[in-house]
């Protein structure tokens, strides 16, 4: 290549990989914790910091562990002999049910533990005590013990929405030692199944129908693509319990299958006020799996223990929610996604709190309702993620101020928060009264990593803050090595040392997990943990503070509202449409949703480019993965930009979509193609009024690497 200009440039990038970017963001103004929360918080003493200095590792986190009930205590803290496969309190047992609800009967047994608020405003809000939902709890285990004959240990499918049954179903498991797999409600039949499939899990615990934007949807018919797809995969599903959201009713289109189906408030007849034995199990038992996005089509089964996460959970809750036993804690997220199981079920419930929980979407009948349940119920912490505050902001910015709720503490989670949607939570959501928590972590982690603990330490907006109590946070080069704090370049963000909720493995791989997380850092041959940085799998920053600041994905992930999409999950089903030939997905910023996904596909010879077409592929992906997933735009172009190896450069694309910059295009094989499909999809978006605002420096730099690491 010539030396122009832009060889040089080019020339100069490259000793940054796509990792390393160098950040321009300007430094934050701190923001003290609020005087009336610091002092009533159980993380409000700086020794707290010195008990989890990195020399006390890993004795420090026995602080978490006592707060749970042990049958019988633990022998060794650590078991480190075998990385990564890192083992906590090894001889200890416990059960996590019990630790949920039954140890609590004694003292608030009247005490709510859940509040269940369904979407419709007029319908009423439920209140289930600690005594309910030990009831509720033993009747669905003895059902599952003695109806469908589940073994400590066997999987238990659930495709749940935001229901009281969800918890009921997952603390009925945990009762009996079962792993229980929630698939998130919005995804497909088809998504359900494979992950049946992968967790070699033959029952099904579903739900007829749910509210959705102020309409019973039907979500039964689900099952029957599950059990389709779950069958293509080689499993026979035995059995599908279905609950009913309206009691007595079913409204769904599906059939119920004779000695297939059975609607579980029937059942239950047969277990009124049985007791079951929780059973006693290892703290290095599985508790559940949450299904997470990789970069390849197999979904991931990140396998979570029952005393590893449980302790974290609840620690984490106690020390970063700042949860009390008295308070009114609502996490307004999904069940089905790891902050649910984390931050709705076990970590609030382990700690005897009020755990709230709404069905519906934020907005539904308007903006203001959130903080309508707020304050009816008196609320005193509130946890949500980014793009739920986007919205609200945008739709009902106004809406805070008349409503007299008053929170002590509030979470983000998620994705990176910018800082000026940070500074509306805070003044207007908060009313500069609250301490904001910006929590970073991932399914795989099982809690927080990274944030400010809310009594103690100043927060910064767009910064998650220092590593949470225990965790050693690096960032390393490509190259492995450390790089500083305050140099203002970004690495890949890995955690040093083992801690107590990482998940034990990818369940059914455990190369691929040691592929994932460790390959590229640790010393294979070691059989020390310090030689072992888990790789989270994000760019970050760190300031002369210690402060982290994260840059979101660096694999091949995109990121809706919070929630992972795989791009290579998104391309294949694109790929299943029987015209298409080729596929990519990109990233388009939105304001609301963060990200959104558009594909791009170019279709076989013999075959024309239709509305139809795109419509397919829409429809296919849905059906996939879920509306989640579903494309904004599906643009059929002629060709791909290629390298000329032949492999998509998805950053090229990306650009188009984004109108941002394309880069260096003098690498492609045909780049003429480049502005054929820049005229065809800018001027289709003017015209439909999706130009996007003018990106932010760091939404440039990630659309101009999108894609790079598999180029
Ligand atoms: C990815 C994990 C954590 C539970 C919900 C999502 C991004 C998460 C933050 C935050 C910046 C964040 C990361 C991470 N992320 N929280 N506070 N600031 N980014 O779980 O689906 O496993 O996604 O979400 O990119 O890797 P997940």
Redesign the pocket.
């Known amino acids: 290549m010539a030396e122009t200009a832009q060889g040089a440039a080019t020339q100069e990038e490259k000793e940054y990989s796509e990792a390393q970017i160098a950040v321009h963001w300007k430094e934050e103004e701190y923001y003290p914790p609020p005087e009336e929360m610091a002092k009533q918080a159980n993380a409000g003493d700086k020794a707290i910091l010195e008990r989890f200095a990195p020399e006390r590792f890993p004795d420090c986190f026995n602080d978490y562990a006592e707060m749970l009930t042990w049958d019988k205590p633990w022998d060794t803290v650590l078991d480190a002999s075998d990385p990564p496969f890192f083992k906590w309190w090894v001889g200890g047992r416990l059960n996590a049910c019990t630790n949920c609800v039954d140890r609590h009967l004694e003292s608030r047994g009247d005490r709510n533990a859940l509040i269940w608020v369904p979407e419709l405003e007029d319908d009423e809000t439920q209140e289930i005590t600690y005594a309910d939902l030990h009831r509720r709890v033993n009747e669905f285990a003895a059902l599952l013990r003695d109806f469908c004959k589940v073994e400590p240990q066997d999987r238990v499918t659930f495709h749940l929405p935001m229901v009281p049954e969800l918890p009921v179903s997952m603390l009925a498991c945990a009762r009996l030692g079962v792993i229980h797999s929630e698939v998130f409600g919005g995804f497909s039949g088809t998504a359900c199944g494979q992950r049946m499939a992968d967790a070699k899990s033959s029952i099904l615990v579903t739900m007829d129908s749910y509210y959705r934007s102020g309409k019973l949807i039907d979500h039964k018919a689900k099952a029957d693509e599950a059990i389709e797809a779950a069958r293509k995969d080689g499993i026979e599903v035995d059995k599908v319990l279905v609950w009913r959201r309206i009691p007595g009713e079913y409204h769904s289109e599906s059939e119920m299958v004779q000695g297939r189906d059975f609607f579980i408030d029937e059942l239950l007849g047969d277990y009124r006020g049985q007791d079951v034995e929780p059973e006693s199990m290892a703290a290095e038992d599985t508790l559940f799996l949450m299904y997470?996005s990789g970069t390849t089509g197999r979904p991931k089964g990140a396998q979570h223990t029952i005393g590893g996460y449980l302790a974290y959970v609840t620690g984490t809750s106690k020390y970063y929610q700042d949860i009390h036993p008295d308070d009114v804690y609502w996490c307004f997220a999904d069940i089905g996604?790891?902050?649910g199981h984390s931050y709705i079920v076990y970590g609030p419930l382990a700690l005897g709190t009020t755990s709230v929980m709404y069905e519906g979407l934020p907005t539904y009948p308007d903006a203001g309702r959130p903080w309508r349940i707020a304050e009816k119920l008196g609320v005193d912490i509130f946890h949500t993620a980014p793009t739920t505050i986007r919205m609200l902001r945008k739709v009902g910015p106004d809406e805070p101020e008349k409503y007299d709720y008053h929170f002590k503490t509030m979470t983000?989670?998620?994705?990176?928060?910018e800082p000026d949607v940070w500074r509306w939570y805070y003044k207007v959501v908060g009313k500069e009264r609250a301490a904001i928590t910006?929590?970073?972590?991932?399914?795989?982690t099982g809690g927080f990593l990274g944030s400010t603990l809310p009594g103690l330490q100043p927060m910064k907006p767009g910064s998650?803050g220092p590593a949470c109590l225990g965790i050693q946070l690096v960032i390393l080069d490509e190259d492995g090595n450390e790089i500083p704090k305050g140099t203002g370049k970004a690495g890949r963000i890995c955690v040093r040392n083992p801690w107590p909720g990482r998940m034990l493995t990818v369940w059914g791989q455990d190369d691929r997990f040691i592929d994932t997380y460790y390959a590229k850092y640790s010393d294979q041959n070691s059989k020390e943990w310090g030689d072992w940085p888990f790789m989270?799998?994000?760019g970050a920053v760190q300031a002369d503070d210690g402060y982290f600041r994260?840059l979101?994905?660096i694999d091949d992930v995109i990121?809706v509202a919070?929630?992972?999409l795989g791009t290579k999950e998104l391309e294949s089903a694109a790929i299943e449409v029987d015209e298409i030939a080729e596929a990519a997905a990109v990233p388009v910023v939105d304001e609301t949703r963060g990200k959104i996904v558009e594909m791009y596909v170019s279709v076989k010879p013999g075959h024309e480019a239709s509305d139809e077409v795109a419509q397919k592929v829409s429809q296919q992906i849905v059906k996939d993965i879920g509306a989640i997933a579903r494309p904004k735009n599906v643009w059929v172009v002629p060709d791909m930009p290629k390298t000329r190896s032949g492999k998509i450069m998805r950053r090229v694309i990306a650009g188009i979509s984004n109108f941002a910059d394309v880069g260096d295009t003098s690498t492609l094989a045909n780049p003429e193609v480049v502005d054929e499909i820049r005229e065809q999809v800018q001027s289709a978006k003017r015209e439909k009024g999706e130009v996007p605002q003018d990106l932010s420096a760091k939404e440039k730099e990630e659309i101009a690497t999108y894609g790079e690491s598999s180029e």
């Not at 983000?412 to 928060?417: A, D, M, N, S």
């Open positions: 997470t996604w790891i902050t983000t989670v998620g994705e990176p928060i910006d929590t970073w972590w991932m399914t795989e998650c989270c799998g994000d994260i979101g994905r990121n919070g929630h992972r």
